[in-house]
């Protein structure tokens, strides 16, 4: 598949559970990007990566840990959830971090917390 | 930090009138606005964006004005089509990362 992929599509996790996401783009894109994405409410940005580093990180809480190992792959550590954070979790990336450049978004992974 | 507001939350019209969503952003140094629409269960996708330097973009029947003196910003979309039925989201980015997004329109275009 090219452009933006995400695994998995869906995930049903406890409270007590660890699980990760995983978001690969195949652009040749130099930024990433976490977005949650709940009914009723904006798309929030939870993380921003470019070149690798860390460069944004929006008031998000410590149970949502991400990693990015290279500039294609970003991942989301998920621990000891809470119900408020079932959403639909999309990755983005876009060829420049901070200049207008289009994000293109993966299908998301719906995760549900029980 | 960055408000985008969007309005309409939902919009329904018939199939070739035009359609008009407004948005209106609060940072004066933002200058990227793009516009995504997201199909039900399917990911965002860029239709069309402008940069401040820019007053108005056409591209074949969907258009987007800015006014930057108000901070508002607008998609035009005529003779609408039942595949526009989507949801829709404006977006304004100043030189950091963030793109803040609006809350989206749910267009529904009834044939």
């Known amino acids: 598949e090219t452009g933006v992929t995400q695994t998995p599509r869906h995930l049903v996790m406890g409270m007590t559970n660890k699980k990760s996401l995983k978001c690969e783009q195949h652009?040749?894109?130099?930024?990433m990007y976490w977005y949650k994405q709940s009914a009723k409410k904006p798309l929030e940005l939870m993380f921003v990566?470019?070149?690798?580093?860390?460069?944004e990180n929006n008031s998000v809480p410590s149970r949502f840990s991400p990693e990015c190992p290279n500039s294609s792959h970003l991942f989301l550590h998920l621990h000891t959830l809470q119900p408020e954070d079932s959403a639909l979790y999309l990755c983005?990336?876009?060829?420049?971090?901070?200049?207008?450049?289009?994000?293109?978004f993966g299908p998301g992974t719906r995760l549900t917390v029980t | 930090g960055e408000n985008v507001e969007q309005h309409p939350s939902t919009l329904s019209v018939q199939e070739g009138d035009s359609a008009v969503i407004k948005c209106t952003y609060s940072?004066?140094?933002?200058?990227?606005f793009p516009w995504y629409k997201q199909e039900l269960g399917k990911r965002p996708q860029l239709i069309i964006d402008?940069?401040?330097?820019?007053g108005e973009k056409k591209d074949q029947r969907i258009a987007v004005t800015l006014n930057k003196t108000a901070k508002h910003f607008s998609l035009h979309i005529t003779e609408t089509q039942p595949e526009d039925s989507a949801v829709y989201f404006c977006?304004?980015?100043?030189?950091?990362?963030?793109?803040?997004f609006g809350k989206g329109t749910s267009l529904l275009v009834t044939p």
């Open positions: 940072d004066s140094a933002s200058n990227y």
């Open positions: 402008i940069r401040s330097n820019v």
């Open positions: 652009l040749g894109h130099n930024a």
């Open positions: 983005a990336s876009s060829q420049g971090g901070n200049t207008g450049y289009e994000q293109y």
């Open positions: 990566y470019s070149l690798e580093e860390r460069v």
């Open positions: 977006a304004a980015k100043n030189s950091g990362y963030a793109l803040n």
